[in-house]
């Protein structure tokens, strides 16, 4: 799909990067135009986060490992992300939602499923190393939601 432009009047670019954008002086937009591989990068790292949590249409099982190693994935683009706006911003403030990214609450959540899984797996481990098999992190999610939005 192409972008229309009404009265399109600047144009400027990040530095080392294949996004540019559009100011256009009719509508009072600035309008990104990014590469489609950004875009595809963006899908893939959410397909991995959701797949984490059967949360896709694919149903396949997957490891403990692969599963953390998703939610680190997952983690490491977002905050790879921040850390690309906030060079562009010149700033070391936090980057939020409307700067076009996760915002800084939402990277630590990540982080705190993060630790919650490697301290699930060491504990499982010491106890019994044979259980780790059976567990499906997607199914800790829906255990989650539950007690949290129980009265």
């Known amino acids: 799909m192409a972008a229309c432009f009404a009265q399109p009047s600047g144009v400027c670019c990040e530095t080392n990067a294949n996004s540019f954008f559009v100011v256009d002086s009719s509508t009072g937009r600035l309008r990104p135009i990014t590469s489609t591989q950004a875009l595809i990068k963006y899908l893939h790292n959410l397909w991995l986060f959701l797949s984490v949590f059967n949360l896709t249409s694919g149903k396949d099982k997957i490891d403990y490992e692969e599963t953390q190693n998703r939610i ?7 905050k790879e992300c921040s850390l690309r706006v906030q060079g562009i911003k010149g700033s070391t403030n936090s980057t939020q939602g409307p700067d076009g990214t996760l915002s800084s609450t939402t990277l630590n959540s990540l982080k705190m499923i993060l630790k ?18 059976y567990i499906r992190v ?3 999610l829906t ?3 539950e007690n949290f939005f129980r009265a």
């Open 116 to 133: 919650g899984v490697a301290r699930l797996k060491k504990t499982v481990l010491q106890i019994n190393p044979n259980f780790m098999q």
């Open 143 to 145: 255990l989650f939601m």
């Open 72 to 78: 680190q994935q997952y983690h490491a683009f977002h």
């Open 138 to 140: 997607h199914s800790l």
